[in-house]
């Protein structure tokens, strides 16, 4: 499947969103092909592929998150070690956008707390980190 070009060509996409969109989507390739359609059931499973694609789903999110490209580095660095950890859940197409997105906001969580905290009422991050536990707990 060919990539479109991305809708807003004035806004520069760091590298290290291209170089990440082509690491996930070999390792959902791979895993899509190895898995034969059986996946296993998780909180992150989708019941249908998402319609848009890993890279435009990366620019999306770094066009609205406004988080610096080293926030990826570390975003793949959870999703790297999550899968290893996690050898039920491999990476796949049915939850690689959902496990970006809660990659990405656990890097931003993690090393910019003040900045998210001025942004977000303190009610709304607890009850979205509590979502995220519960999530998680239930693998």
């Known amino acids: 499947m060919a990539e479109q070009p991305v809708a807003d060509e004035r806004l520069v996409v760091p590298a290290i969103v291209s170089v990440l969109s082509a690491i996930l989507l070999w390792l959902v ?15 992150f499973q989708g019941v249908r592929k998402p ?11 770094f066009r609205y998150a406004y988080c610096s490209p080293s926030f990826y580095v570390i975003a793949y660095i959870y999703l790297d070690s999550f899968a290893d950890s996690r050898q ?33 009422p303190p009610q709304e991050t607890e009850q979205l980190a509590l979502g995220i536990n519960n999530c998680i707990t239930q693998l």
């Open 29 to 43: 390739e791979r895993n899509d092909a190895a898995s034969d359609g059986q996946r296993a059931p998780s909180a």
């Open 51 to 61: 319609s848009i694609s890993v890279r435009h789903y990366l620019v999306r999110i």
């Open 88 to 120: 039920a859940v491999a990476l796949d197409s049915f939850n690689v956008h959902r496990l970006l997105i809660i990659s990405v906001l656990t890097a931003v969580k993690f090393m910019d707390d003040m900045y998210v905290s001025k942004c977000h």
